[in-house]
């Protein structure tokens, strides 16, 4: 349910409504391996938001399935779903793996994000 009400919020170009299903810091997954860590603030102020006002992205996310969920442990939970920005008619697809744990106040909230390629499910982009 989190994993969709971001894709909305992202759709939706909110901030607030996104952030608010992340926990403190977020380790994102880049393509060459490299793992940043982003705080909450930093999500939620970055210029990305801008980009998906300025060029009106459309943001989606489809195919989510229980055969693409893994437990990691009871606190910790991966979900793999597919997505696409889209902008004039032009879709970029791609498979997502999102981890979501158990946060003190016990709401699951998303800690990792990692994206690769939507037929290739093993290359990072």
């Known amino acids: 349910r989190r994993a969709r009400d971001m894709v909305m919020a992202a759709d939706a170009k909110n901030p607030e409504a996104f ?12 393509a060459s391996g490299q793992v940043r860590r982003a705080k909450r603030d930093e999500i939620r102020n970055s210029g990305f938001w801008g980009l998906l006002r300025q060029f009106n992205v459309r943001v989606a996310a489809w195919d989510f399935s229980r055969n693409d969920v893994k437990e990691i442990d009871p606190n910790t939970v991966e979900i793999g779903f597919l997505a696409k920005g889209e902008v004039d ?9 999102t981890t979501f744990a158990r946060q003190p106040d016990g709401q699951f909230k998303l800690t990792a994000f990692r994206a690769y390629e939507a037929i290739d499910r093993t290359k990072p982009v």
């Not at 952030?19 to 880049?30: M, R, S, T």
């Not at 008619?89 to 793996?97: A, D, L, Q, S, T």
């Open 19 to 30: 952030v608010a299903h992340l926990a403190d810091a977020v380790e994102i997954h880049g």
């Open 89 to 97: 008619g032009k879709p970029f697809p791609f498979y997502v793996r």
